[in-house]
């Protein structure tokens, strides 16, 4: 079974320009969640989808960023325009659909490490 | 809220000696509890779960947890440490309620000297 990919693997651009990050999730997984980790400090969650629905996008820091997964399949992350502060490690996770979202281990991607200068 | 605490940023251990990494955590609800390890330039790797049941878990590559309700903690543990088990370890407790996310502690980074 192929794992969570995510594309870039790393991405350097300037302050104002914008970045798109692609995931995608292990066939059939319709949970698929985006998490950022910032200078070494805690996981931090972005959002939730659930197939192509946004089912949480509270941890979104601000309307820089975009999140789409259209089809229900890979999503992308688009950080439009992007700051100094953005700069970090963005993990793409995803897990089966089941009863219980809680006691679903996630399965991550190697993340895209992104940095802004 | 969830929130999750990981009091040590590093830890070292000698190879052959016991390992404990710690966590402890808050949540309204049954805990859903995990261990994940990242090796350099890869993502999280899952190690373990509590949901329910036994207190003891055992997970991939020899490690072990427990979970103590009374003192809300979920420590990692390993009776003989590896040099190949260096790597950064995080705990995180899952959402009790269908929609809600994972929440990870700040990691604790492992290094097991030869």
């Known amino acids: 079974e192929a794992g969570v990919t995510q594309f870039p693997s790393h991405s350097v651009i300037e302050k104002g320009q914008t970045v798109t990050l692609r995931c995608d999730p292990i066939s059939g997984h319709d949970n698929l969640y985006w998490y950022r980790r910032v200078m070494g400090k805690e996981i931090k969650f972005l959002l939730h989808f659930v197939k192509e629905s946004k089912q949480d996008e509270s941890g979104m820091p601000n309307n820089r960023f975009l999140a789409e997964r259209t089809g229900g399949t890979y999503s992308t992350l688009k950080v439009q325009p992007a700051e100094l502060e953005d700069s970090g490690v963005y993990f793409c996770?995803?897990?089966?659909?089941?009863?219980?979202?809680?006691?679903?281990?996630?399965?991550f991607g190697n993340g895209t490490r992104l940095t802004v200068t | 809220a969830q929130s999750v605490a990981q009091p040590e940023d590093q830890v070292n251990v000698a190879e052959g000696n016991p390992l404990t990494v710690k966590c402890t955590y808050s949540v309204s609800g049954n805990p859903y509890l995990f261990w994940y390890v990242q090796y350099p330039n890869r993502g999280l790797q899952f190690l373990l779960k509590y949901i329910t049941g036994d207190n003891l878990v055992k997970g991939s590559y020899g490690f072990e947890a427990e979970f103590n309700k009374s003192q809300t903690s979920f420590h990692l543990k390993k009776p003989s440490a590896l040099v190949s088990d260096s790597a950064l370890y995080f705990c995180a407790v899952g959402a009790t309620n269908y929609g809600q996310n994972f929440v990870f502690g700040p990691g604790t980074r492992l290094s097991v000297l030869p």
């Open positions: 996770a995803s897990s089966p659909l089941t009863g219980t979202v809680g006691n679903s281990p996630l399965h």
